[in-house]
């Protein structure tokens, strides 16, 4: 398993300078516009970027803000399953690979600030499954089934899926960037994801349940910026934990006749209430021999609008999973750390990513003096 611990800080003004241009590079900023942006000469960021000059702390928080990485990216490694799996940032890389480090950058943010709270006591150890061998769709589906059962949901919808992964001990994070999702497994009982805010409602579910199923399968790393539409096998199994654990076939098979209406009309009730994607709904009907092939064919490319809910179920399904979200165990961590004075208040403001301004903190009791 990868220990978080990995990501030792930097030996060299090499490395820092390595990070700034990748970090540059995924920006889309060239030379130039950086070093304007930092009221620099373009040849003083040129040294930096080749180690051939330090950069001073106030220099690495104008970075910090101006690249959109926190300023510990310069300052530390990354964990070596990242990295063997990262494909090189050049000025000529594409946009998913842009896109990718920049999930990266966020993602081991997020491991950092997990290992903290872990290490001070306030993230407590994730529920643990017994290991069994996925190699089928029938393995990775009971897998979903064994999951349900552990977090205490073994019929009916689930929760806010932030909640549901935060029992295995995977520490979700909704960031403001295009693609699907990143996790990182940190050791058996310990894990982050990050999680596009970008997706429609039902989709971002389903990343964060993919996320989850690659952290129970113990996968170190997982990133789906640029998986092409046909997954290999791998992703076709995680897919089908991840549909299996929103909505199982035998829910929809169970509640199908006390549903009213024309079938169309029950699936938009079931997908509101489970907060699933439609294409998900259609297909695990199909699983469920409620539909057939060409049945669901057409289903599947009449998506509801919003409209239909609100016509069919009288309001929208309840949003999940927002640009910036957390789950309830993560918030809680972090503010019983503020509380203990473990944390300022400006660290709890951005280990809730914003979540609450510095006047809505609770109050705390005076920390003795030492």
């Known amino acids: ?26 920006a889309g900023l060239t030379q130039s516009q950086l070093a304007g942006r930092l009221s620099l000469d373009r040849s003083a960021l040129v040294r930096i970027e080749s180690g051939q ?20 990216h310069f300052v530390s490694v990354p964990p070596p399953a990242i990295v063997s799996q ?38 407590r150890p994730g529920l643990a499954l017994p290991q069994a061998r996925v190699a089928e769709v029938a393995a990775a589906k009971r897998l979903a089934g064994a999951a349900r059962t552990a977090a ?54 389903f990343t964060a349940a993919h996320e989850l199923g690659h952290h129970l399968l113990g996968d170190e790393y997982q990133s789906d910026v640029g998986v ?41 009730r079931l997908a509101a209430e489970y907060r699933v994607s439609w294409r998900v709904a259609v297909s695990t009907a199909r699983l469920a021999g409620i539909f057939g092939d060409e049945e669901a064919r057409m289903l599947r490319a009449d ?34 750390a503020y509380h203990d004075g473990v944390i300022t208040p400006a660290r709890a403001i ?6 609450l301004h510095e006047a809505e903190l609770p109050d705390r009791e005076p920390q003795p003096q030492p």
């Open 1 to 26: 398993m990868c220990d978080i611990s990995t990501m030792a800080e930097v030996s060299d003004w090499e490395q820092v300078g390595g990070r700034v241009r990748e970090a540059r590079v995924a």
């Open 53 to 72: 000059r330090q950069v001073s702390a106030l220099e690495l928080f104008r970075l910090s803000d101006e690249l959109g990485v926190p300023v510990a």
């Open 86 to 123: 990262r494909a090189e940032v050049d000025e000529d890389a594409q946009d998913t690979t842009r896109i990718r480090y920049q999930f990266d950058a966020v993602l081991e943010a997020h491991a950092r600030d997990a290992e903290f709270l872990n290490a001070k006591g306030y993230l």
């Open 152 to 205: 205490g949901y073994s019929d009916g919808p689930l929760p806010g899926i932030a909640e549901v992964c935060e029992r295995f001990g995977l520490y979700l994070l909704v960031v403001d960037l295009p693609a699907e999702g990143a996790s990182l497994r940190l050791d058996d009982r310990l894990g982050v994801a990050v999680v596009s805010g970008h997706a429609a409602a039902g989709r971002r579910r």
């Open 228 to 268: 092409a539409a046909s997954r290999d096998e791998r992703e076709r199994l995680i897919d089908a934990f991840a549909a299996e654990l929103l909505l199982p076939d035998t829910e929809v098979a169970r509640r199908w006749e006390s549903l009213s209406g024309t079938a169309r009309e029950r699936l938009v």
């Open 303 to 336: 998506t509801p609008q919003r409209g239909d809910f609100l016509a069919i179920c009288g309001t929208e399904p309840a949003e999940d999973l927002l640009p910036r979200q957390t789950g309830p165990t993560w918030r809680r961590a972090v503010l019983a």
């Open 350 to 355: 951005e280990l809730l990513h914003e979540a």
